[in-house]
């Protein structure tokens, strides 16, 4: 299996409409149905990711990215 490493320059990506999930739990703790979606999207990411021979090493909430807008679907 390959780990993942930083592609091109390093330099980050910038996404406006999300945030990571450590910057959300810091305001306030989040729903049962919430919880449940993202643990859910977060385990068929990695399912995705070990099916491709990919090994991600570092999953904590900083690395987990999260839609602002309630209202947009994903």
């Known amino acids: 299996m390959r780990r993942a490493r930083?592609?091109?320059d390093g330099l980050p990506v910038v996404l406006k409409a999300l945030t990571s999930l450590d910057v959300v739990l810091r305001d306030s703790a989040l729903d049962l149905p919430t919880?449940?979606?993202?643990g859910t999207r977060v385990a068929g990411t990695?399912?995705?990711l070990h099916r491709a021979?990919?090994?991600h090493e570092d999953i904590k909430p900083h690395n987990v990215l999260v839609r602002l807008?309630?209202?947009r679907r994903s």
Request: aromatic letters at 0%.
């Open 69 to 71: 807008d309630p209202h």
């Open 6 to 8: 930083r592609v091109g």
């Open 35 to 38: 919880t449940s979606r993202i």
């Open 46 to 48: 990695l399912a995705a």
């Open 53 to 55: 021979g990919v090994i």
